[in-house]
């Protein structure tokens, strides 16, 4: 598959852009906002922190990724390669535990499509240029360690659209990204207070529209590409430090399936 060029510039959206933004947010069918809590924080966080890259003020749109799956786990016990080719199309690899403690618990299969938001105009999917919409799977696999969870998705790397993160350090020719940022969760009708437009442009929340009531959680995450595989490491309000979690990803760029 031929990489899709994501990287484009755009001049800086207006503060009545983003007014529209959420609003047409609110508006998305349900179905792309009843996604694993756990790839929602990373997805809705990009799409309010990348405004000023994959929005276009002129056009009035925000490129983004919306993603489904079944609440039920796809997988209760640890996949085969051969599993994984047949229903995601790709073969992430998948630990069954981790040095730390954290111990495979099961994973899903998601449905993904990168979109084009419009005020009053709704979502299209993106076509790439070979004229395929931008639609594709992906893995998610949860890993616990007593009461403390994480969570790993693999997408393929094509899809791969601008990373929010810098690279932290380099590890056997892959670099490694680590992100953290507080994510406050908010209905997708919720009036932002002055405090809020605040702590918004202060960076001490990234907003997020579509959950019922709001929430506020510490996320971090660790991303890597390996054999065409975008892998993140999510964890919200989480014990792992920073060097916790690289550690992790190295201890999967090692792991041989």
Same mark, same amino acid.
Not at 91 to 94: L, R
């Given at each position: 598959m031929n990489n899709y060029n994501w990287k484009k510039a755009f001049p800086e959206p207006t503060e009545e852009f983003h007014k529209r933004v959420c609003l047409t947010l609110n508006?998305?069918?349900? &179905?792309?906002?009843?996604?694993?809590?756990?790839?929602?924080?990373?997805?809705a966080a990009a799409a309010v922190m990348v405004i000023g890259i994959c929005a276009a003020a002129t056009s009035g749109t925000i490129r983004s990724i919306s993603g489904s799956s079944s609440a039920f786990p796809t997988y209760r016990e640890l996949p085969t390669a051969e599993q994984l080719e047949k229903n995601i199309g790709i073969?992430?690899?998948?630990l069954p535990e981790f040095s730390n403690g954290y111990t495979f618990e099961n994973a899903t299969k998601v449905d993904n499509r990168i979109e084009d938001i419009s005020y009053g105009g709704g979502a299209v999917v993106v076509r790439l240029e070979d004229g395929r919409e931008a639609k594709y799977k992906s893995l998610s696999i949860? +890993?616990?360690?007593? !009461?403390?969870?994480?969570?790993?998705?693999?997408?393929? @790397?094509?899809?791969?659209? !601008?990373?929010?993160?810098?690279?932290?350090?380099?590890?056997?020719g892959i670099a490694i990204s680590y992100i953290s940022f507080t994510n406050k969760f908010v209905p997708g009708n919720y009036q932002q207070t002055e405090q809020d437009i605040k702590d918004e442009a202060e960076g001490k929340y990234v907003f997020s529209y579509g959950t019922d009531d709001i929430e506020i959680h510490d996320v971090q995450g660790v991303?890597?590409?390996? !054999?065409?595989?975008? +892998?993140h490491i999510n964890a919200? !309000?989480?014990?792992?430090? &920073?060097?916790?979690?690289? @550690?992790? @990803?190295?201890?999967a760029i090692d792991f041989q399936n």
């Open positions: 508006n998305l069918e349900k &179905e792309n906002l009843k996604m694993k809590k756990t790839k929602f924080i990373v997805i073969t992430p690899k998948v949860r +890993y616990k360690n007593g !009461d403390n969870k994480i969570t790993i998705d693999a997408d393929p @790397a094509d899809y791969n659209m !601008d990373n929010l993160s810098e690279e932290t350090e380099t590890y056997n991303t890597w590409i390996q !054999d065409g595989i975008k +892998y919200m !309000d989480s014990p792992l430090s &920073e060097q916790e979690l690289i @550690a992790m @990803a190295k201890e």
